[in-house]
């Protein structure tokens, strides 16, 4: 799924890094924005244990803390259409955070505005 939604990134020319080696963890992601880097985890099916979902946290937390913003992804199966829709909730986020916003967009509402382009 990473592969296929950098695929995207590249066609769509935004810059973007892979397996960046942050102090505590290694990001599917990393996009170098101002004011605070944003770190994105594409989560399969292994992240919905218990276990993992506790670690998981405490990580992400933790990058908030030390400035990072983090944007997570997940999905149970793979299928084209929820790469789509996992890509238009990437770009959502981008988009709402070019503008010096701080929150996290509506990913509903972001797929059904975008969702244009990826049909056309």
Do not use: C, W
Not at 37 to 61: N, Y
Not at 83 to 94: H, I, K, N, Q, T
Request: hydrophobic share 35%.
């Amino acid at each position: 799924m990473e592969h296929e939604l950098a695929l995207r990134l590249q066609e769509d020319q935004i810059f973007y890094q892979t397996q960046v080696e942050i102090p505590v963890t290694t990001a599917d992601f990393y996009f170098p924005t101002q004011p605070r880097p944003l770190i994105v985890f594409v989560d399969g099916r292994v992240h919905l244990g218990k276990a993992q979902m506790f670690k998981d946290e405490e990580l992400r937390t933790l990058l908030r803390k030390k400035g990072y913003r983090v944007l997570e992804l997940s999905y149970n199966n793979y299928s084209n259409k929820k790469r789509d829709e996992l890509y238009l909730g990437l770009l959502a986020f981008l988009r709402s955070h070019s503008k010096g916003a701080d929150k996290q967009p509506d990913y509903e509402q972001a797929i059904e505005i975008t969702k244009t382009q990826v049909e056309s």
